[in-house]
Every structure is written in C-alpha cells, then in structure tokens.
C-alpha cells in the first residue's frame, strides 16, 4: 500500500530501507528519549515486528520516502501498541525520523497521511500517541495535528523500571469528531 502526500510517500518497507534504519537506530540523537540506541540485530528485528504487524492487521509503521530526494528517512504511521494501560487496547501514531531530515516538516505530512488513513479509511474513533514527558518535538508534532493532552492521562510505562527518568510519559488523544470538525 502507498500514501502519499505533496512531498511523502509512506509505503511498504524494503530490504535495502534496512540498513539506513539501523544507522538511524544506533544515533544517540534520534534515540535520546529510549531507553538505548539499537545495534543492527535490534533493529533488525524491530523491522521484523514492523511487517508481522502489517500482515496481523492491515496497517502499520509505514516507511516514509522523500521521492527524488531520499529512498527512506524513517518510519511513521499507526500501530497497536503491546503495552499495558490505562488506555489500551488503542491504536497510537508513531514516528522515527533520521536526524538530517529533522526540521522540515516531514514528520507532520506523513502523520498527517497517516491520520488520514486512519480516520478516513480504518474508520477509527480514536487514535492516540504517546512519549516521554521530556520529548519536546515529538510532544510539539502531536500538537501540531491537534492531538489533545490531559495530564490526568499520563502514566509510568511500564516497561521501564521505577526511578528511571524517562519512565513518566503524557499521551495524546485525538477522536474522530474532533480530527473532522478541525477538518
Ligand atoms: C519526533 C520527530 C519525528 C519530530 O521531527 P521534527 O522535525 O521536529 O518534526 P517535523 O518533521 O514535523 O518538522 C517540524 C519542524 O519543521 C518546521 N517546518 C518547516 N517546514 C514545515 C512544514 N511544511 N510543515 C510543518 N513544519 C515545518 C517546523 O517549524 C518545525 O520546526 P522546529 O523544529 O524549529 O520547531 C523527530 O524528532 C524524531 O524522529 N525523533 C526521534 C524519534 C522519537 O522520539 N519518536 C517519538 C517517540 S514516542
């Protein structure tokens, strides 16, 4: 499947998108707010997860192309989150770019698409997202596609261990009602 908007493609992932995902993975700049970087096994298998996701449900991380400009630049796109929470089971929107495409606006088009499917084409009522408190950009992108925080929502996640200082996390909700009336 392929989306595209006026500078994105979000599409099916390929071999090759492998390697420069890895590298990305192993950038202490894009992974400041994980736990680690990724070595190339790790990351490997994340992309292993990425695509047994697509064929369980249908849609997923996408990777995003730059046509005429980069073959692949990360990934963004809707995922169900294996986490355990107060707002699970959900459906969250995800994002990873590499650092050099950072700035231009990139993670919002292909968030925007990635809405769009959503909402337009799964006919979802809500989709959420979510990131350690301290995550400025990401937290400043679900603002921008008028994703909605109440502290009331925010949480430990649980896969990290208590005192670790990215283990509070905000979450964002965006409903269908919402997402049209903002049109
Ligand atoms: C989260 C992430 C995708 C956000 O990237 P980003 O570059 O800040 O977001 P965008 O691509 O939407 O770009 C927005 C910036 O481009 C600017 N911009 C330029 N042209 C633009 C356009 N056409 N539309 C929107 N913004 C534009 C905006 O003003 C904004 O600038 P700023 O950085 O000075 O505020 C990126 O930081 C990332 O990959 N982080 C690591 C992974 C991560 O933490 N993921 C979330 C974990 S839960």
């Known amino acids: 499947m392929i989306l595209s908007g006026d500078r ?69 796109g809707l995922a169900v989150p294996r986490l355990k929470a107060h707002f699970t089971p959900c459906i969250e929107i995800g994002w990873r770019l590499a650092f050099e495409h950072w700035g231009r606006g990139y993670a919002t088009e292909a968030a925007g698409l ?3 499917h959503g909402f337009y084409t799964l006919a979802l009522p809500e989709v959420v997202s979510f990131t350690a408190i301290a995550n400025r950009r990401s937290r400043a992108l679900m603002e921008r596609l008028k994703m909605c925080r109440d502290p009331e929502d925010d949480f430990e996640h649980p896969a990290l261990p208590e ?17 049209f009336k903002a049109g």
């Not at 990215?166 to 997402?179: F, G, I, K, Q």
């Open 163 to 179: 005192g670790h200082p990215l283990r509070r996390h905000v979450l964002y909700r965006l409903d269908s009602r919402s997402y």
């Open 8 to 76: 994105i493609l979000l599409r099916d992932w390929r071999e090759e998108d492998r390697a420069v995902f890895a590298a990305t993975n192993a950038d202490p700049r894009v992974m400041e707010f994980f736990p680690t970087c990724l070595d190339r096994a790790q990351s490997d298998s994340l992309v292993d997860g990425i695509e047994a996701h697509f064929r369980e449900h249908g849609f997923g991380l996408w990777a995003v192309e730059l046509p005429g400009v980069a073959p692949f630049i990360g990934f963004a």
């Open 114 to 116: 990635a809405l769009a």
